[in-house]
């Protein structure tokens, strides 16, 4: 079945500094993918996402690309701010269906 | 328009028990999707309900079993507690006419700690 591999974390950078999570994916059509952010004590809330290849999503100073040659989709932002301080999932959709979801990674921002 | 509202936030039940929660879908969404989120781990499905109708299921045995009512709410219930039935359960909801580039909004979830 599909499946989704992040980088591990956790992830600790300084405030201002630049950001790259890591997502690839395995899946036998062609996916939509998704990035979702959980803050502490919350459910998910969806970032960005593309639904195919070459597609750029972008929210709040994230963007993540839709790489088909590479099936990864990295999730960036240039200027990261305590506020992002959050975990971070990667997750594929096919059809109507399930969200597969990867491990998450946990960002923490330092002042 | 209101967000996904899940039932209780959290829970302590016993090993053995039963124990039912509840998601009321954000409007004008038809389907609803279960999550369960291990500690540290990322969300794996349970099932999905489509106007009342189970349309896809994960690998969760079959003491997992939910419902969906006329008005799109949905319910969750775990029979005969495990220890490894602690997580948090996260209900999504979900217009369903957009096929895979649909957005899902997911309630707070429920935490329940079975001991």
Redesign the interface.
């Known amino acids: 079945g599909d499946s989704?591999t992040q980088m591990e974390g956790p992830v600790t950078l300084s405030e201002e500094a630049f950001l790259t999570i890591n997502c690839t994916y395995t899946a036998t059509g062609y996916?939509?993918l998704f990035w979702?952010v959980q803050y502490p004590?919350?459910?998910?809330?969806?970032l960005l996402?593309a639904?195919k290849a070459d597609d750029k999503g972008s929210n709040k100073g994230f963007e993540a690309t839709y790489r088909k040659e590479t099936t990864s989709f990295h999730l960036e932002k240039g200027s990261v701010q305590v506020s992002d301080s959050a975990v971070y999932?990667c997750?594929t959709?096919?059809?109507?269906?399930?969200?597969?979801?990867?491990?998450?990674t946990r960002l923490t921002i330092n002042p | 328009e209101t967000g996904v509202t899940q039932s209780p936030t959290h829970l302590i039940k016993t090993r053995g028990q039963q124990v039912t929660l509840r998601c009321s879908s954000q409007s004008g969404h038809n389907t609803v999707s279960w999550y369960q989120q291990a500690l540290g781990q990322g969300p794996q499905f349970i099932f999905q309900y489509y106007r009342e109708e189970e349309n896809g299921r994960g690998n969760f045995p079959p003491r997992f079993s939910g419902l969906q009512f006329p008005n799109y709410s949905s319910e969750l219930n775990v029979n005969a507690l495990e220890l490894d039935d602690s997580a948090l359960y996260l209900c999504a909801s979900s217009p369903s006419w957009e096929g895979k580039n649909t957005e899902a909004f997911f309630g707070q979830g429920t935490r329940l700690t079975v001991v």
């Open positions: 989704v996916p939509s979702y004590g919350e459910g998910l809330q969806l996402k639904t999932f997750a959709r096919q059809g109507a269906q399930k969200l597969v979801f990867g491990q998450g």
